[in-house]
């Protein structure tokens, strides 16, 4: 058991960190207060690999383990958890989707150019009537032939008006229930696709959160991913390895809180001395630093059982479950360590409080989490 980073880990954790630092910090702040998307700091992510890590170099992706992703996302949490779903959505469930079930076509005609970021992908599931019952798809794809006609409503789409690619899973055979599902290539540009308003979110409020709208959207035979039927599996295996990716993030933006709870601890005097040196301090900085310890090991164990072929169901929903309640657990400490300041934005803390509470509600609430490990250990 090696619980030491080899040498490229390094360099993959150290390039995020000084891409966050240097490109996502400066006017994170105002990002957030205006909901802008980061557009120019996505492209550069594209640029810099960021964006297709795991794809296959064949298709123009950086060839990299999960274990380096969750490396990088915990780096790029810490900074701009805006930023970072952007990267988890694009790698998790769009790239690694398409690479895992998509034909030779779809790879060469979409996988390539999501991998570099030329365009970023959408991962279309929750609908207003089935949110973590994902079996209850009222969005319909009717078999014509040669295309499906698509009809219905997709809401709280990341990358939902900036992406150009979107993986949208819909009921062909209501009879068949699950197993009458399909999941569809739709292209930005479709006749019938409208894009519909802006989420205005508690937090991740640089992301781009929209509902989607399909009104007999003509999507070809040949865009549609897997056998007839297979789109609920598709979207659950997806899902499985998303779970990984949220679960990084959280565990960076406690981190990130972390860090700064500590920076400022040491700057900031009341009776006399640093406040890092008085004991309620010192206790609420242990507690922060085990927790993101134990769930930094959750999700590079999950990370290790997905790169070695095991089973990383469990794993996943572990990490996730785990990490999203230490983010909330040690961000709202953060801000209490911070005192009046970490009620101001200026801080930073405040922001990566209202950013944690959404990782425990997407890809999975934590109570759909603790549905997948229960039935893991009853099996």
């Known amino acids: 058991m090696n ?18 630092q240097t490109e996502l910090l400066p006017g994170v702040i105002e990002r957030d207060e205006h909901q802008k998307f980061p557009a120019e700091q996505i492209k550069k992510m594209g640029e810099l690999g960021f964006l297709g890590m795991m794809v296959d170099p064949k298709y123009n992706g950086g060839g990299m383990d999960t ?30 989707g398409l690479e895992k079930y998509g034909t030779e076509e779809q790879k060469q005609k979409y996988l390539t150019r999501l991998a570099t970021g030329e365009i970023i992908g959408a991962f279309c599931l929750s609908e207003p009537e089935a949110g973590s019952d994902a079996t209850s798809q009222r969005t319909t794809a009717e078999d014509k032939g040669d295309y499906y006609l698509l009809n219905g409503t997709k809401n ?20 068949k229930k699950h197993r009458g599902i399909n999941a569809f290539i739709v292209e930005r540009g479709m006749e019938g696709f409208q894009v519909g308003l802006k989420e205005n979110k508690l ?33 659950m295996s997806t899902l499985a390895g998303g779970r990984i990716g949220i679960a990084a993030q959280a565990l960076g933006i406690a981190s990130g809180a972390y860090e700064l709870a500590v920076k400022y601890s040491k700057e900031r005097k009341a009776f006399g001395v640093e406040i890092a040196k008085h004991q309620a301090i010192q206790f609420k900085l242990a507690d922060m630093a085990t927790n993101i310890e134990a769930a930094r090991l959750l999700c590079l164990k ?15 929903a572990m990490a996730k ?29 405040e922001r990566l ?15 759909i989490q603790k549905i997948v490990i229960s039935r893991e250990l009853l099996k």
């Open 203 to 235: 937090g991740i409020r640089g992301s781009d959160t929209h509902s989607l709208m399909f009104t007999d959207v003509k999507v070809p035979k040949e865009n549609r991913i897997g056998e007839d039927g297979f789109g609920f599996k598709f979207a």
């Open 156 to 175: 709280w789409i990341t990358n939902g008006s900036t992406a150009s690619v979107y993986l949208v899973i819909a009921q062909t055979d209501p009879e």
């Open 321 to 349: 479950l785990f990490a999203s309640k230490v983010a909330m657990e040690t961000t709202v400490e953060a801000v209490q360590v911070h005192g009046g300041y970490g009620f101001v934005k200026e801080y930073h803390v």
């Open 67 to 96: 274990i380096s992703y969750v490396l990088a996302m915990e780096e790029i949490s810490k900074v701009d958890a805006s930023a970072s779903v952007v990267m988890s959505v694009n790698n998790s469930l769009v790239c690694w």
């Open 302 to 316: 999950a990370a290790f059982h997905k790169d070695t072929h095991q089973d990383y169901g469990m794993s996943g």
């Open 3 to 20: 619980f030491q980073l080899t040498e490229e880990h390094l360099a993959v954790q150290a390039a995020a960190r000084e891409f966050a």
């Open 353 to 367: 409080m209202r950013d944690a509470k959404i990782t425990q509600i997407y890809e999975g609430t934590s109570e």
